[in-house]
Each structure stands twice: as structure tokens, then as C-alpha cells.
């Protein structure tokens, strides 16, 4: 239930600005976590209508590799699943006792940390810019992961410390990355967001499904863990050379002006010249004041991730550990 919430709370903190993203030029085409424009087709940035800017957009190739990005990433997310039983006994602990509740309230921080910064990022981070709060949150992911290799497998520590540390900074770091990430990608189109969306079920597949599948076979289970310990730096080196010139080029590209120095002018029906309203962005305060505008779409979208987290991060989990308890 508290992925639906976290769902929910995305959706409205799709309005929220960040003041730091002024600064930034990637901040002045995705804004906050998820800013939108308030002003709709009448609103002006570079010479563009939105509506027009949104055409432009639509028509833009897609950059694949933010797949692979977006798959480094909630690569550390999978921690929730079976590789979280496979942590539970490298730390000696069985399925039953105070020592195992203790442990499955720990990995619910993964829930919490993303609930808290899917909206708390705009307060916490309110003067760090979009592009810097997705490099903050995979080096988070990447901490986050690296501590049961590391701590637990590696030097054999038993410290149920870890497994907040652990769980905690990769539910906030997945709080901060997953609502910010499609939104500083927002200029490169739809198409290239689809790609990153598909990164989700992919990185959950590849660990889950083939990663096991190669345990079944005689490969320690630690070795997924150093898998998605590796994976997080080749993504941010992709990001960060293939993907984030992209996005720059895209946020300062502006349509040719009709002289050096000047943009083209819009004109109205009449053959006016057209006001130029600078674009705004809603406050979340306003977007719960106007809830009847949003909430009634999102209910279909909130009832259909009812049933889709429950299998995949409630049962498929519970039957895991069940089915391999020792």
C-alpha cells in the first residue's frame, strides 16, 4: 500500500517547481521533481508555444541508453526481492523470531524512504537542481548496494545496522531518481521516456529471473550482488557522457530567430502580435486544491498498482522465502 501512496504522492508532486533547477538549464525545460506548465498552449519558452514545443518533442528519435541507465539504477531496487532472503541468511538470520521482524521492518524503509522523498525532495533539495539530485540519488542506489557484498558477505558481519543503512538510503535515493530522472530526460521526447520505463521491469527480470536462474546453476548468490554493485557506475558513466549532452542540446536549442538577437514573433487570430505570458508552474498546494482535475484519472492507475505490487513485492517475496526456508 505504501507503493500506491508513493505513486500518488508522484502525481501531485508533478507540479511542484524547484528553485534551484532556475539556475540550471535542464531546470528550465523539467523544473522540480515533475513540474508542468500551468498555462497551457499560451504559454511561451524560446519562441515556442508549449503545444508546439510538445510537437517538436514527439518527433525527436529516442535515445535507447537511458534503458541501460534506468536499468543500473533499479538494479538496487531488486534488493526488496529474493536477494533479500539471500541477505537475511548471509546474516544468520532464520524466518521466524524477534531478529526477523526487526529485519522486515528494516526493508520496508525501502517503501517509507520512497513515500518521505518523492515529495520531500522539493523541500530537501529545493536549491539543487534535477540533473544534480539524479546524480545524488545514484550515488545513494549505489551506497545503498554495495553494503550487503561488502560488509555482510565479504568481511561477515552480522551488524543488523546494515540492513537500515542498507535498505533506507536506496528507498530515499529511489524517492529522488525515479519521478526527477523522467523529468530531466523530458526534452529529449516521449519515445526516449519509454525506453527508460522500460528499464523498470527489465532490471527486475535480468536479477530476479536470470540472475536465479544462473544460482540454480551453481553461481553464488553474492555474485548478483556484485553484479548490481558494478552495473551502477556504468550507468552513471552513460548518463553522464552519452545521455546528459543530449538533454543540454535539447534544453538550449531554440527555434532559428527571424534576425541575430531576435525571435520570431507569434501572432493571434487577428494578426496580432501575441502576448508572450512567461510559463508558471502549480505549487502542490494548489494541485490538492484542485483535485477533481487529477484524482478521479489517477484512481484507475492506483487500483491497477493495487494488485501489481502486491504480487510483485507482497507475494511473489512471501512465496519465495517460503518455498526456500532451511
Not at 41 to 51: A, C, I
Not at 90 to 107: E, N, P, R, Y
Not at 239 to 258: E, T, W
Request: aromatic fraction near 10%; charge should be neutral; proline fraction near 7%.
Amino acid at each position: 500500500m505504501a507503493m500506491v501512496v508513493d505513486n500518488a504522492a508522484a502525481a501531485v508532486a508533478a507540479s511542484e517547481p524547484s528553485r534551484g533547477a532556475r539556475e540550471d538549464p535542464i531546470g528550465a525545460e523539467a523544473s522540480g521533481s515533475c513540474a508542468t506548465p500551468s498555462d497551457g498552449v499560451g504559454s511561451f519558452r524560446g519562441g515556442l508555444t508549449v503545444g508546439s514545443k510538445a510537437d517538436l518533442e514527439a518527433e525527436l528519435p529516442p535515445q535507447r541508453l537511458v534503458l541501460l541507465v534506468m536499468i543500473s539504477v533499479i538494479q538496487g531496487y531488486t534488493l526488496i526481492g529474493p536477494l533479500q532472503h539471500a541477505f537475511k541468511v548471509a546474516m544468520h538470520i532464520g524466518d521466524k523470531g524477534s531478529l526477523s521482524t526487526v529485519f522486515t521492518q528494516a526493508a520496508a524503509l525501502v517503501q517509507w524512504g520512497k513515500f518521505l522523498m518523492t515529495l520531500g525532495q522539493n523541500l530537501i533539495f529545493s536549491r539543487v537542481s534535477p540533473l544534480v539530485r539524479v546524480y545524488i540519488a545514484m550515488a545513494g542506489i549505489a551506497v545503498g548496494a554495495v553494503i550487503p557484498p561488502l560488509c555482510v558477505f565479504t568481511f561477515g558481519s552480522s551488524w543488523l545496522g546494515w540492513v537500515f543503512i542498507s535498505f533506507g538510503l536506496i528507498g530515499l535515493s529511489l524517492g529522488v531518481f525515479e519521478c526527477t530522472f523522467l523529468n530531466v530526460i523530458t526534452p529529449l521526447g516521449p519515445l526516449t521516456k519509454s525506453w527508460a520505463i522500460m528499464g523498470f521491469p527489465a532490471a527486475f527480470f535480468i536479477v530476479n529471473v536470470l540472475g536465479f536462474l544462473l544460482v540454480s546453476f551453481g553461481v553464488p548468490v553474492e555474485a548478483l550482488f556484485w553484479y548490481i554493485v558494478l552495473g551502477a557506475p556504468v550507468g552513471a558513466i552513460v548518463f553522464r557522457r552519452q545521455i546528459v549532452p543530449q538533454i543540454l542540446g535539447s534544453a538550449g536549442a531554440a527555434p532559428p530567430p527571424a534576425e541575430q538577437g531576435q525571435q520570431p514573433q507569434q501572432q493571434d487570430e487577428e494578426g496580432h502580435e501575441a502576448k508572450k505570458t512567461p510559463a508558471r508552474t502549480a505549487t502542490v498546494y494548489k494541485s490538492i486544491l484542485e483535485w477533481q482535475a487529477w484524482l478521479p484519472m489517477l484512481l484507475p492507475f492506483m487500483c491497477a498498482n493495487v494488485v501489481g505490487h502486491f504480487v510483485m513485492e507482497g507475494a511473489l517475496p512471501a512465496n519465495f522465502n517460503t518455498f526456500n526456508d532451511k
